[in-house]
């Protein structure tokens, strides 16, 4: 009986959820050439310089290298100067000067920054704060996307941008709006957005019985009567905590929201770009709330902004000053599984202004930064920016020349080392060529869902639990194993893969259980963590034992969690390693036939089981129930993980990685010390040396 009611449970809330999947809508049709390797370009905003700079510049971008440069993504006060009156004389001009030096152009949408006669006419397309507070002309980003009269302002520019270039053979390709976001105020509070929230969920749910059982809301006498009675989850509205299942239905929306305005402004451009042209846009590197999954089939390449030092990277000695290569790479391979083709739009090329603390990068860092990009598998990487500006709010912020307009930075430099470097490897590199058997070996996927993120952080229940930090520390140990790293969503074909982790699954369904379960009876290893199966897609706990779905697979009940408050910590033991943890811990009571992997060594129920393993049909499932404080109980279970497998792994410091890209080995060096790159007897050296120095690059080819 028990088993049927999840099973029921299972496809009811497959059912109830349509944001699960990604939207599928026709594929991509520009492909990069495969012999470009990876391109590298650099923003320009003529619009902020002397006209007669503009041949100079455009002359010394490419003189350092650069073969496609960046502009108009917040020129619509230039584009259109009062209403209806549109002037491109001056991008005309830069888009000749660009050409005559060989330059690729990628033009944008200038929907970030609406002119100050659009707002003075219509204030009600300004977004609303959770405070209550109207946005005011004076930055960016203050519109609401769910304003259909801001939406015409929209379309009428991005037509005229369509019309004029869209068949322009200089224009290789467009990116929409710039990092979609209301900048740590999302989502935004004003009525168009109440109102395309409320009729979200009348579509999803059809009727208001349908929502009140799906929210919940028996609890506290939170029932609804009419959708138009339903409002956008405010902090500063509630006096007590509010609903956790209309918070993810409002994450939900926002994120479809989001995806919805993308894919507006692309249909309009595609009634005029010919298939030479690509179109993307910059989503920001860590996400947040708006979901790249959504879009990617709409898009030709899936593109993503980076700073990797801006005074928050903590990680090892030089993490302020290298970066973390974790969250890089995690965001590479998650955008390049979307659709395959995969950019980084916005990159640092030196120090920022906008940090709490904005030091300067390690000598060489943006060099690493470009190449380690190339080794994920970029298309093309492009620099923010080309000229630090003279005044607004990015003062301070480095380009690739100084105040003066010519004097080259270090940044630029590094760039201009970048750009010789991929011309050499062109020379040599094989395209498509197959991973190298041991390579492959390791093939690995770390599932993710962003559903699962918006919910585990919607109940962290210990302040110091970070999801993505979580996902991170499992692919960091991949990482360290020298796999080869996919970041997939569930329409992905598992099967493709040796090695499946999902971390902190919290949200799933039967349907989803019994694929992991096929996949590991025919020859998967499947790693879960913790948190994961204790909810159905809707959010709510199960009604059965806890994480119910999961046990069966796993082989083992889970007794309780723990979770510590500071400075209290407790300790993990597997084999003869010690691992600290404090943020999340389940204790396991494994059942027959499943080894114990790891134990707790303190705190009142020290000698309980943290971390189980069974064999399942030809392949193997794994549970690790501790969050440990660095992940090192990570990366040693995974790295057992490939030793059950019969799989040989790499045992990397963490922060230096290997990877393979079309016939060529590129190390990356991100740890504070010089490190041997595996070159085997024989390889030729292409870049660098075979001891990679701090922040260096080693290319070499078998």
Same mark, same amino acid.
């Given at each position: 009986?028990?088993?049927?009611?999840?099973? *029921?449970? $299972?496809?009811?809330?497959?059912?109830?959820?349509? #944001?699960?999947?990604?939207?599928?809508?026709?594929?991509?049709?520009?492909?990069?050439?495969?012999?470009?390797?990876?391109?590298?370009?650099?923003?320009?905003?003529?619009? *902020?310089?002397?006209?007669?700079?503009?041949?100079?510049?455009?002359?010394?971008?490419?003189?350092?290298?650069?073969?496609?440069?960046?502009?108009?993504?917040?020129?619509?006060?230039?584009?259109?100067?009062?209403?209806?009156?549109?002037?491109?004389? +001056?991008?005309?001009? &830069?888009?000749?000067?660009?050409?005559?030096?060989?330059?690729?152009?990628?033009?944008?949408?200038?929907?970030?920054?609406?002119?100050?006669?659009?707002?003075?006419?219509?204030?009600?397309?300004?977004?609303?704060?959770? *405070?209550?507070?109207?946005?005011?002309?004076?930055?960016?980003?203050?519109?609401?996307?769910?304003?259909?009269?801001?939406?015409?302002?929209?379309?009428?520019?991005?037509?005229?941008?369509?019309?004029?270039?869209?068949?322009?053979?200089?224009?290789?390709?467009?990116?929409?709006?710039?990092?979609?976001?209301?900048?740590?105020?999302?989502?935004?509070?004003?009525?168009? #957005?109440?109102?395309?929230?409320?009729? +979200?969920?009348?579509?999803?749910?059809?009727?208001?019985?349908?929502?009140?059982?799906? +929210?919940?809301?028996?609890?506290? #006498?939170?029932?609804?009567?009419?959708?138009?009675?339903?409002?956008?989850?405010?902090?500063?509205?509630?006096?007590?905590?509010?609903?956790?299942?209309?918070?993810?239905?409002?994450?939900?929306?926002?994120?479809?929201?989001?995806?919805?305005?993308?894919?507006?402004?692309?249909?309009?451009?595609?009634?005029?770009?010919?298939?030479?042209?690509?179109?993307?846009?910059?989503?920001?590197?860590?996400?947040?709330?708006?979901? @790249?999954?959504?879009?990617?089939?709409?898009?030709?390449?899936?593109?993503?902004?980076?700073?990797?030092?801006?005074?928050?990277?903590?990680?090892?000695?030089?993490?302020?000053?290298?970066?973390?290569?974790?969250?890089?790479?995690?965001?590479?391979?998650?955008?390049?599984?979307?659709?395959?083709?995969?950019?980084?739009?916005?990159?640092?090329?030196?120090?920022? &202004?906008?940090?709490?603390?904005?030091?300067?990068?390690?000598?060489?860092?943006?060099?690493?930064?470009?190449?380690?990009?190339?080794?994920?598998?970029?298309?093309?990487?492009?620099?923010?920016?080309?000229?630090?500006?003279?005044?607004?709010?990015?003062?301070?912020?480095?380009?690739?020349?100084?105040?003066?307009?010519?004097?080259?930075?270090?940044?630029?430099?590094?760039?201009?080392?970048?750009?010789?470097?991929?011309?050499?490897?062109?020379?040599?590199?094989?395209?498509?060529?197959?991973?190298?058997?041991?390579?492959?070996?390791?093939?690995?996927?770390?599932?993710?869902?962003?559903?699962?993120?918006?919910?585990?952080?919607?109940?962290?229940? &210990?302040?110091?639990?970070? #999801?993505?930090?979580?996902?991170?520390?499992?692919?960091?140990?991949?990482?360290?194993?020298?796999?080869?790293?996919?970041?997939?969503?569930?329409?992905?074909?598992?099967?493709?893969?040796?090695?499946?982790?999902?971390?902190?699954?919290?949200?799933?369904?039967?349907?989803?259980?019994?694929?992991?379960?096929?996949?590991?009876?025919?020859?998967?290893?499947?790693?879960?963590?913790?948190?994961?199966?204790?909810?159905?897609?809707?959010?709510?706990? +199960?009604?059965?034992?806890?994480?119910? @779905?999961?046990?069966?697979?796993?082989?083992?009940?889970?007794?309780?969690?723990?979770?510590?408050?500071?400075?209290?910590?407790?300790?993990?033991?597997?084999?003869?390693?010690?691992?600290?943890?404090?943020?999340?811990?389940?204790?396991?009571?494994?059942?027959?036939?499943?080894?114990?992997?790891?134990?707790?060594?303190?705190?009142?129920?020290?000698?309980?089981?943290?971390?189980?393993?069974?064999?399942?049909?030809?392949?193997?499932?794994?549970?690790? $129930?501790?969050?440990?404080?660095?992940?090192?109980?990570?990366?040693?279970?995974?790295?057992?993980?490939?030793?059950?497998?019969?799989?040989?792994?790499?045992?990397?410091?963490?922060?230096?990685?290997?990877?393979?890209?079309?016939?060529?080995?590129?190390?990356? &060096?991100?740890?504070?010390?010089?490190?041997?790159?595996?070159?085997?007897?024989?390889?030729?050296?292409?870049?660098?040396?075979?001891?990679?120095?701090?922040?260096?690059?080693?290319?070499?080819?078998?």
């Amino acid at each position: 009986m028990k088993h049927n009611l999840l099973r *029921a449970l $299972g496809a009811f809330a497959l059912c109830s959820v349509a #944001s699960v999947m990604p939207a599928q809508t026709a594929a991509p049709s520009y492909t990069f050439p495969p012999a470009d390797l990876m391109n590298v370009g650099v923003y320009y905003y003529p619009e *902020a310089w002397p006209a007669s700079q503009w041949p100079r510049d455009m002359a010394n971008i490419r003189k350092l290298g650069m073969e496609f440069v960046h502009m108009g993504e917040f020129a619509w006060a230039f584009m259109e100067p009062t209403e209806g009156h549109f002037d491109f004389a +001056w991008l005309d001009q &830069n888009i000749a000067l660009a050409a005559a030096q060989g330059l690729k152009i990628v033009l944008c949408t200038p929907s970030p920054t609406p002119p100050v006669w659009l707002t003075e006419k219509h204030p009600e397309v300004l977004m609303v704060d959770a *405070a209550g507070h109207t946005q005011v002309h004076g930055t960016r980003q203050h519109a609401t996307w769910s304003s259909e009269i801001y939406r015409g302002y929209v379309a009428k520019i991005v037509h005229e941008l369509g019309r004029r270039y869209g068949h322009d053979a200089r224009i290789w390709g467009w990116q929409l709006d710039n990092e979609l976001s209301h900048y740590g105020k999302e989502p935004d509070f004003s009525a168009p #957005s109440q109102k395309k929230f409320q009729a +979200w969920l009348q579509k999803k749910y059809g009727t208001i019985a349908a929502l009140n059982r799906d +929210w919940g809301t028996a609890f506290w #006498s939170q029932l609804y009567q009419r959708f138009d009675q339903v409002r956008l989850p405010n902090p500063q509205e509630y006096v007590a905590q509010f609903n956790p299942q209309q918070m993810l239905d409002s994450q939900r929306w926002f994120a479809d929201e989001a995806a919805d305005y993308l894919r507006f402004q692309t249909e309009i451009l595609r009634q005029y770009c010919s298939h030479t042209q690509w179109i993307t846009t910059n989503h920001m590197h860590d996400f947040g709330a708006v979901n @790249p999954a959504l879009t990617a089939r709409d898009f030709d390449v899936v593109a993503w902004t980076l700073y990797p030092v801006h005074g928050n990277a903590n990680r090892g000695p030089l993490g302020f000053r290298l970066g973390d290569p974790a969250v890089l790479t995690f965001a590479a391979d998650f955008m390049r599984s979307l659709n395959g083709q995969a950019g980084i739009m916005e990159l640092q090329p030196g120090q920022v &202004n906008w940090g709490e603390v904005n030091p300067q990068p390690y000598p060489g860092a943006v060099h690493l930064w470009i190449m380690r990009a190339f080794a994920a598998g970029s298309k093309f990487v492009c620099a923010y920016r080309y000229r630090e500006p003279l005044s607004g709010a990015e003062m301070y912020h480095y380009g690739f020349v100084g105040p003066d307009g010519v004097t080259t930075t270090t940044g630029g430099e590094q760039y201009a080392q970048a750009a010789r470097e991929l011309a050499q490897l062109r020379a040599v590199a094989q395209p498509g060529a197959p991973l190298p058997p041991a390579y492959a070996a390791r093939r690995s996927a770390i599932l993710y869902n962003y559903d699962n993120r918006w919910d585990l952080d919607n109940h962290k229940q &210990n302040k110091g639990w970070d #999801s993505y930090e979580h996902l991170l520390k499992y692919h960091r140990a991949l990482s360290r194993a020298g796999a080869p790293i996919d970041v997939i969503t569930e329409d992905k074909d598992f099967s493709t893969f040796a090695f499946l982790i999902a971390p902190a699954y919290q949200l799933l369904d039967a349907p989803l259980v019994a694929r992991w379960k096929t996949y590991v009876e025919n020859g998967g290893h499947l790693i879960l963590s913790c948190r994961t199966g204790q909810k159905d897609r809707r959010g709510f706990l +199960w009604e059965g034992p806890w994480a119910a @779905p999961i046990l069966d697979l796993i082989g083992a009940k889970i007794k309780f969690y723990d979770t510590l408050p500071a400075p209290n910590t407790g300790h993990v033991k597997a084999g003869d390693q010690s691992h600290e943890w404090f943020t999340w811990g389940d204790v396991l009571v494994p059942g027959d036939g499943t080894q114990t992997l790891a134990t707790y060594t303190d705190h009142y129920y020290a000698g309980s089981v943290a971390a189980v393993t069974r064999k399942l049909g030809k392949g193997r499932v794994t549970y690790i $129930g501790a969050d440990s404080t660095n992940g090192s109980l990570e990366a040693q279970i995974v790295r057992e993980e490939f030793a059950r497998a019969g799989v040989a792994a790499e045992n990397f410091p963490e922060g230096f990685a290997v990877d393979f890209r079309d016939g060529l080995w590129i190390a990356t &060096n991100f740890t504070e010390n010089p490190v041997s790159a595996p070159v085997p007897a024989g390889a030729k050296i292409l870049v660098g040396t075979a001891t990679v120095p701090i922040a260096g690059v080693t290319v070499w080819r078998p």
